[in-house]
């Protein structure tokens, strides 16, 4: 799920071996904490659920600029971010079920829209490249932004029109995410739009 500038990174070779990382730790934490997250919905404590869930965003908000600002990037941190998000936005789709299983009903088509694509965005990437797609993407930095928006708004039973854009913006991002897969010759992580893909195409393989 940071600022953005006016034009695209380059991606560049990351040393593959530096696990001992703030910004991995981070990653640790947002992946075990989400299961926590789990246990306070079962216990029924909607409003320490959506504070749980700021803090474990904040970590994957703080974790990508920690590992600019320390020098601290490495080819394994952009795999371990993905499996820390997608396991907080899978232990908040079980929060929900917990605390608002009326909601999953009444909101499934939006959420299967994008659980659809996101399944869609991973099969394309397993399929081409043998493994799961972290290219977090500028499209997806807002998605974190919409979803921090609809999680509060439904939690907190303000609306559910924060979430539907939240589930649109998701799937909009993931269509993006294949076109990014179609156009790469060999898997990147770090890509910030389809226009860098395109980029990255003509480069040499590393």
């Not at 216990?43 to 965003?57: D, E, I, K, R, T």
């Not at 703080?62 to 232990?91: E, M």
Request: glycine share 6%; charged share 15%.
């Amino acid at each position: 799920m940071s600022s953005t500038a006016d034009t695209d990174a380059v991606s560049v070779p990351l040393p593959p071996d530096r696990w001992a990382t703030l910004p991995n730790a981070l990653c640790v934490i947002r992946f075990f904490g989400s299961w926590i997250m789990v246990g306070l919905a079962v216990a029924g404590f909607p409003q320490w659920v959506v504070g749980f869930f700021l803090f474990l965003a904040a970590t994957d908000w703080v974790d990508g600029k920690l590992a600019i600002l320390l020098n601290q990037r490495s080819s394994i941190g952009p795999k371990i971010d993905t499996i820390a998000d997608v396991t907080l936005y899978a232990c908040l789709l079980l929060s929900l079920v917990y605390l608002r299983s009326d909601l999953l009903v009444q909101e499934s088509g939006w959420i299967g829209l994008a659980l659809l694509s996101y399944a869609g965005s991973c099969g394309f990437s397993l399929i081409k490249f043998k493994q799961f797609p972290s290219y977090h993407t500028r499209a997806a930095k807002t998605c974190w932004l919409l979803m921090i928006a609809g999680v509060i708004a439904v939690f907190l039973q303000w609306s559910t029109w924060p979430l539907r854009i939240a589930m649109l913006g998701v799937t909009l991002t993931n269509v993006e995410a294949m076109l990014i897969t179609a156009t790469l010759r060999h898997p990147l992580s770090d890509i910030r739009s389809f226009r860098q893909a395109r980029r990255e195409r003509h480069r040499p393989a590393p």
